[in-house]
């Protein structure tokens, strides 16, 4: 299984964000920010070369909107610009690319682990939360695999 952009977002993320039931689980639920991504095919329904979690976002601050992107041993760092992701001519949500760095910013050592993290454009915050959006849907791999 290979789903596109808009496929991920329409059929998964709106989905799971609206608290619909999925007649087949084959996403896993995990904070994704608590493991090391070599651990993640571990913890997937599916997958050989890529993994796909939906994760909660916490945010870095308590008031702030900065997601924490401390993982395991290092952490998350973002990479290239925001793609922008339709469904019928309307914007749905946004894919951002980050890059795993093993210690700690800013002298992380970059390895070969990808994420694409897909989030709501216009997420249902829960005031008082220190969850940044509800869920984001999140495609795991390594790029020398």
Not at 35 to 57: C, H, I, N, Q, T
Not at 111 to 122: A, V
Request: hydrophobic residues 30%; positive net charge.
């Amino acid at each position: 299984i290979h789903p596109t952009d808009e496929e991920l977002m329409v059929q998964y993320l709106c989905r799971k964000v609206a608290g619909q039931h999925f007649s087949l689980q084959i996403i896993a639920e995990i904070n994704l920010y608590k493991f090391d991504p070599w651990v993640l095919p571990s913890k997937a329904m599916f997958g050989e070369k890529e993994w796909y979690f939906f994760s909660p976002r916490d945010r870095k601050y308590p008031n702030g909107s900065r997601p924490n992107r401390v993982a395991g041993s290092g952490y998350w760092k973002a990479t290239g610009t925001d793609k922008t992701i339709t469904s019928e001519g309307k914007k749905v949500g946004i894919k951002k690319a980050l890059v795993f760095y093993i210690g700690k910013a800013p002298k992380g050592t970059k390895t070969n682990w990808i994420m694409h993290e897909y989030r709501l454009s216009e997420p249902q915050r829960r005031n008082g939360s220190s969850k940044l959006d509800d869920w984001v849907l999140c495609r795991i791999y390594n790029k020398k695999i």
